[in-house]
């Protein structure tokens, strides 16, 4: 008896660690979004407002998950209210839609600076000599489970959807980017097949983006995505929901490949841009020359 009793007892001490967060998340879930909440989503995510109601049922879901699982942490005397955590997870969650990923199951914390802050960025200089530096950064996703935020950024990013500039997008695609074994530009994708496409046409859009900011060309897509593949994977990502008509028209097989990809059309949620003045054809935007600091 005293040994089927330890049994018992061995297998509840291993289960319950299991058991007990899942039950959790399932009360939380149980739970509505407060209305107070869900109209930061519709003032604060402007796609929510146009979403259809299956979409729009999916993302407080998510919403909801990821405010349970993740600890906000506010940085330099700045207090994380419930608005602002909301508005972050709005945010991060709409590349989760229709998607069957966990909710960034290796993301715990996120980190809130009032506005951008600096970080330590050593420099490999000519034979491998590294000299510590420091720069002011946006935002910053780290594969240790930490994505650090500048609140001033994510409210300019939430207060402009239509410039393809958005912090929040950007760092939790590298968030995404991470789950495949390294930040590479080639996040999971399921079926192997998947990669030959999707690296043919990110590598030739990549690379004609390099020329573009090499020579100081218009672009869809922020420069600032020509560093590396990784970074034109979260340039991309925040391109696609925030300027999708002129991302579809200019990278109509990348458009595709991140609607494939992510499982959203944005162009539904938003009206196509106005046409632009016959005397400036084929312009699609100004250059950002000044490229923000977002790793
Ligand atoms: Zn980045």
Not at 26 to 32: D, E
Not at 41 to 47: A, D, G, S, V, Y
Not at 85 to 108: D, E
Request: net charge neutral.
């Amino acid at each position: 008896m005293d040994a089927l009793l330890l049994v018992g007892l061995t297998v509840l001490a291993l289960v319950l660690p299991w058991l007990i967060p899942r039950w959790r998340l399932r009360r939380a879930l149980a739970r509505a979004l407060p209305a107070s909440a869900v109209a930061v989503l519709e003032r604060q995510i402007p796609p929510y407002r146009n979403m259809g109601p299956d979409l729009q049922a999916q993302l407080r879901r998510l919403v909801a998950q990821f405010l349970h699982q993740k600890k906000f942490i506010g940085c330099e005397g700045l207090v994380v209210d419930d608005d602002m955590a909301i508005t972050i997870a709005g945010q991060a969650c709409l590349l989760l839609l229709n998607r069957p990923s966990k909710v960034y199951p290796a993301l715990h914390t996120i980190l809130v600076y009032p506005t951008a802050f600096v970080a330590r960025r050593d420099e490999v200089g000519p034979g491998g000599v590294v000299t510590p530096g420091r720069q002011s950064m946006l935002g910053e996703s780290w594969d240790d489970g930490r994505v650090v935020l500048s609140w001033d950024d994510v409210q300019r990013g939430a207060a402009d959807w239509t410039d393809g500039q958005n912090v929040v997008l950007h760092e939790f695609a590298h968030q995404l980017d991470s789950e495949s074994g390294r930040a590479n530009g080639a996040p999971y994708l399921g079926h192997h097949a998947r990669y030959r496409d999707w690296s043919e046409v990110l590598a030739r859009d990549f690379h004609a983006l390099r020329w573009q900011a090499m020579y100081r060309q218009r672009s869809v897509i922020d420069p600032y995505g020509a560093t590396s593949p990784a970074e034109f994977f979260a340039v991309a990502t925040e391109t696609f929901f925030e300027k999708p008509w002129q991302m579809a028209e200019h990278h109509t097989e990348l458009y595709g490949e991140f609607c494939k990809y992510y499982r959203v059309d944005p162009r539904a949620w938003q009206a196509p841009p106005p046409a632009p003045p016959a005397h400036a054809p084929d312009a699609p935007d100004a250059p950002h020359l000044a490229w923000p600091a977002r790793w």
